[in-house]
């Protein structure tokens, strides 16, 4: 798990005084509005309520565009009252500055501003999805995409993210899926860490870095059905075993903030859970940096049923832990009275905006409140060196699923290429989820990248086929005449940007439109089909998955996209990616994970057994699946120490040869079973995992360390024990396939 950093620099007892100092002198408004993060508004700009504005918005007489262009408030005059402590959503050097002015020159007490803004992967330099990067398994080069979109934030102003998100999901329905790292709780926890460093660094109040935010806090990728923001119901040893160790690694990996989640947790709003943002985080982690709430949260604990009206609600909240209220005003308007009349006692409110204070001074801004300017703004976005890096993790995203005959690589001198799809030609959508900082004029699209991949005389024909989503725009016939007269079809088909992420949960989980119309015309030309998969969550296409040649899942890689699938493509990268959630068969098979406990019928042969009628129990593509241009052979499987102590270390070995013919990446996996336990356990958990690079015929005595502590688990007393016993270790190339072993783990 990842090293402890820079969690000491958080809770600097240097600044203990002028902490105290400044709260002394703070007015109940000053306090309150440290707590308080505004977004520069149209609202209250044009003489118009938000309401009217929306009304207008929602019956077309404003556009979305007039929308957009609408001046904004800034909230000016409430920065230089003392009045604000963060501003959500201010870009650019220049104006992040001059309002930083206004509150270190302007305001009684000069306390700095905190920019803030989900700048989640990548700022203007676009890199893959969260998901995608989880697919390569590389954690410095996870770190390094952080720590670029650090630099050129916080060139631009910024000061915070609200990423990384570490929330576990098991549902692909759930659109959030793209944000995070899967769902497995080990990889999650180790890729929390490192983009908790790659944003931080060392030392947050280097100016090229900026405080992250470990969010959701807690179980939102757990909401029922996969509905966005749906209520989440679980036992507390799943909350503990399975969803919270990422938050955890992140709070060991120092990180500045956490971020309440929207759901309710087993009947408690998070965002007024004192269980979670009290207990668990301040006291069984240690936090100290401080909560901010998500968008209007706490107004919303009112709609949940939880508190009768949002005076209740904040002050809830306020009691339970959270510290900063994001985007609404609810503190700023709710809390002051309560305090006036003694509902909540100070004491509370002077601790909250100690915690912040003590972020902001941790993070340098009051020596240095300007961190950037004009100059090193232009210098910083898209730099060579970040575009160089966006597409090294972009080839190293993509997962192989399928290659027919080694159809891929492809030959550079094929005559005749068929590039056909709603996305071949397509910039915006490659950008994925949350590039809000992105331009989609920095995209390389995937025609181009092939394009510039093939020699001169090789020819391309392009055809769109149909929509992503709808009926639109279908020419399958020309895209058939350009297929059946090409050698190789290449199709690019999937998802758009929008359908997954925040409030895009699907019921289907199938290639949206006419798209698997389009790719079953293309294949009854009997020319060799290679799908390009774009999309930001696992997909069910089991008629895709049967009936073409390959399988290219390129997820949205971001800006480099095209130039990073040619790569593939081509043959110029040997594709090493290896899924992190597993892709169902069908929907109906969902919530489907490869850790899931025992059941006392595993499925089999006969009825009786855990399994569907209609349709297969395995799943299309399993956790940890992924295929090269080369293969790998496992064996001797060595077990260094078969008898451990509890609180052990050891080691687990394995060869792993590189029998085929070209140099590859294998992510060589190792997988653990609590054979018999004080709980029902997983059928398997991925404990340790190790990359290596491989040339054609050599073998690598690969050995990965186990730590037995992590064997653990919490039991029915809610305490987290390693029980001695027998252990069965596994191995491999993926979840399902591997090399078994034993281990026993000793009474003491
Ligand atoms: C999302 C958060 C995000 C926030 C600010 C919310 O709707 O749930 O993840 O950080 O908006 O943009």
């Known amino acids: ?66 929308f957009q262009a609408m001046e904004r408030n800034y909230h000016r005059d409430e920065i230089k009252e003392g009045l604000l402590g963060s501003m959500g959503g201010v870009t650019g050097a220049e104006l992040s500055n001059e309002l930083q002015k206004i509150a270190v020159e302007e305001s009684r007490l000069g306390i700095p501003l905190l920019f803030g803004l989900d700048v989640v992967h990548g700022y203007r330099t676009i890199f893959p999805i969260p998901l995608a990067e989880a697919c390569s398994w590389d954690m410095e080069l996870i770190e390094k995409t952080a720590e670029i979109a650090a630099k050129e934030a916080s060139a ?37 860490a490192a983009r908790v460093r790659g944003f931080q660094g060392e030392d947050v109040s280097q100016p090229e870095r900026i405080l992250a935010c470990a969010k959701h806090f807690a179980a939102y990728g757990g909401a ?57 985080l301040r006291e069984q982690y240690g936090f100290t940096g401080f909560v901010v709430s998500d968008a209007n949260s706490i107004a919303e604990v009112e709609v949940h049923g939880y508190a009768e009206n949002r005076k209740e609600a904040s002050k809830k909240a306020l009691l339970a832990g959270l510290e900063m209220d994001m985007s609404q005003g609810t503190y700023k308007e709710d809390l002051p009275e309560q305090f006036k009349n003694g509902t909540i006692s100070v004491e509370v409110l002077d601790e909250a905006v100690r915690r912040i204070l003590s972020v902001k001074f941790n993070l340098g801004l009051f020596d240095n409140p300007y961190r950037t300017n004009k100059v090193i703004e232009e210098q910083s976005l898209l730099a060579p060196e970040h575009i160089d890096i966006a597409r090294e993790m972009a080839k190293r995203s993509i997962v192989l699923l399928k290659n027919e005959n080694n159809i891929l690589p492809l030959k550079k001198n094929l005559k005749k290429i068929a590039v056909i799809g709603p996305l071949a030609d397509n910039k915006k959508e490659l950008l994925g989820t949350w590039a809000i900082t992105g331009n989609e004029e920095d995209v390389v699209t995937i025609l181009s990248g092939i394009t510039a991949a093939v020699e001169n005389d090789t020819e391309i024909a392009y055809s769109k086929g149909c929509e992503v989503i709808g009926e639109e725009g279908m020419d399958f016939n020309l895209a058939v005449e350009m297929a059946s007269d090409s050698d190789v079809i290449i199709a690019v088909v999937g998802e758009n940007a929008d359908m997954s ?11 949206p439109g006419r798209q698997e119309e389009l790719l079953k015309a293309l294949h009854q030309t009997g020319k060799p089909v290679i799908v390009v998969l774009i999309n930001g969550r696992p997909l069910a296409i089991p008629w895709v998955a049967d009936n073409v040649s390959a399988i290219v899942e390129a997820w949205q890689l971001g800006i480099q996209t095209g130039i990073a699938v040619a790569d593939v493509l081509f043959g110029d990268y040997n594709p090493s990616g290896k899924l992190v959630a597993t892709f169902p068969y069908s ?34 593509y399993p956790f940890g699946f992924g295929l090269s ?21 050891t080691t687990i070995s394995v060869d792993v040869t590189n029998t085929g013919k070209r140099a590859g990446e294998e992510v060589v996996q190792l997988y653990i079973s609590d054979l018999v336990a004080s709980r029902v356990r997983p059928v398997k958990e991925l404990k340790g995992f190790k990359k290596v690079n491989l040339q054609p015929g050599e073998r690598q005595t690969v050995t990965i360390d186990l ?14 024990v390693v029980e001695p016993g027998l252990f069965k270790v596994c191995v491999g190339p993926n979840s399902q396939e591997g090399l078994e072993g034993e281990l026993r783990v000793l009474e003491k």
């Open 587 to 620: 929907v109906g098979q969902v919530p489907i994970y490869y850790n899931h406990p025992r059941t006392g019928r595993p499925a089999g042969k006969i009825k009786f057994t855990s399994k569907y009628i209609d349709g297969p129990h395995q799943p299309l």
């Open 156 to 192: 631009s102003g910024l000061h915070w993210t609200y990423a990384p998100m570490v929330d576990i999901t098991r549902d692909p329905r759930w659109g959030r899926i793209a944000e995070g790292a899967g769902e497995d709780t080990y990889l999650g926890s180790i890729i929390a």
């Open 707 to 720: 730590d037995i502590h992590s064997l653990g688990f919490y039991n029915e007393a809610m305490e987290y």
């Open 1 to 66: 798990m990842g090293k402890v950093s820079n969690l000491k620099t958080i809770i600097n007892k240097d600044y203990e005084k002028k902490i105290n100092d400044l709260v002394g002198k703070m007015t109940l408004e000053e306090k309150i509005g440290q707590l308080t993060q505004f977004l520069p508004s149209i609202f209250g700009a044009f003489g118009m309520t938000k309401d009217e504005i929306i009304a207008k918005l929602v019956e077309g007489e404003i556009s979305y565009e007039e």
């Open 501 to 511: 992420g925040e409030a895009s949960s699907r019921m289907d989980l199938n290639l």
């Open 629 to 649: 241009y080369t293969t790998f052979n496992y064996d001797n499987l060595v077990v260094n120490s078969p008898e451990v102590t509890k609180d052990s270390l």
């Open 224 to 280: 029922v059905g996969g509905r966005d923001y749906n209520t989440v119901d679980m036992s507390l040893q799943t909350l503990h075993d399975v969803f919270l160790p990422p938050f955890e690694a992140a709070a060991k990996a120092g990180v500045g903030t956490f971020m309440s989640a929207f759901n309710d947790l087993n009947g408690v709003p998070c965002t007024v859970n004192k269980y979670l943002l009290t207990d668990v």
